[in-house]
């Protein structure tokens, strides 16, 4: 609970807000004062939480997490709404699925509650890194590595968990404007039975391959087939896909080789209530493209934390491009997008229960 542990400040003696253009920044690439740490031993548990500076840990060169790839991560944002208050979306379902990352990981739980807590006592402690301009917000990164000195394939006795705080604009260059995707057919990201539903860096690591290819062919981002018969979709990079196929939202089912997005629950759950018809179902790159010739496919787009969504307005397969939408955001996307970003700034009324208010 969250009375169990302690949280420890140290400010720092210098803020360094005011060298950095808090209203037009790119993606993670700046961070705030402070940050949030907590340490993990299997003979006492977590130890109190500390809040302290933002800069460099120090490690062991035979910590485990270097070795062996134990890790996990989630990523939230967190905004101010016109009052100045301090609003979170949905904090709680991110530890519960960074909570199933870690299972997978094999890698102890955090205190839904009490992580709660520490990260509304940073934010507070950070409130002025939070940017207000349209589009922008401040990233939340909370992660878990293995520590343990040790060389040998083991579960570590030993982690570090840790927050820090990024202020952010759009993920993606293009903003709202429909992104040029390349269909993977090579390469996979997820086997059933792997870690695909965990959020854990080798399932990105595996994933910079093939971006990078696409990349140097003028494609902002891959999209993923499923491992066994490549032909199913999965994953846009690091986003849920969806494709609106004559009067139909259709996205992957939760398999265990997609990632349950939050943003992804939200969308469907925005879109059900809104009178679309929503399908979790198999969707093959086959039935896209014949949806596209028969004049089928109006739109498509990916939905994820950072980008919230991104219009997909070209797919590129084994040699074949098809545009959706005439290259443009599509109708459902703009309502989607606007609808769930406007709760989240607090915009629109909340009637999920989603936002969290911090001060």
Known sequence: MVETYNIAVTKSERSKLNDFPLENVPFGKYFTDHMLIMKYDEKSGWESAEIKEYGPISLNPSALVFHYGQETFEGMKAY????????????????????????????????????????????????????????????????????EECLGVKISAEYYFMIILSPVGSYYAEGLQPTNIYVESHYVRAME???????????????????????????????FLDGTEKKYIEEVGTSNAFFVIDDTIITSPLGGTILPGITRDSIIKIAKDKGYKVEERRLSIAEIFEASEKGLLKEAFASG?????????KLTYEGKTIEINDNQIGKISQELYDTLTSIQTGKAEDTYGWVVKVN
């Open 305 to 313: 934390t950072a980008a919230v969504i991104s219009p997909i307005g």
């Open 193 to 223: 039975g792997g870690t695909g539903e965990a959020k854990c860096g080798g399932n990105y690591a595996a994933s910079l391959k093939p971006y990078e290819t696409a990349k140097k062919k003028g494609y902002s981002q891959v999209l």
């Open 80 to 147: 101010k709404n016109n009052e100045g208050v301090i609003t979170l979306f949905r904090p709680k379902d991110n530890f519960e699925r960074m909570n199933r990352s870690n299972d997978r990981m094999c890698m102890p739980h955090v205190d839904v509650d009490f992580t709660l807590e520490a990260l509304k006592k940073l934010l507070t402690i950070d409130s002025r890194w939070i940017p207000t301009k349209e589009g922008t917000s401040l990233y939340i990164r909370p992660f878990m590595i293995a520590t």
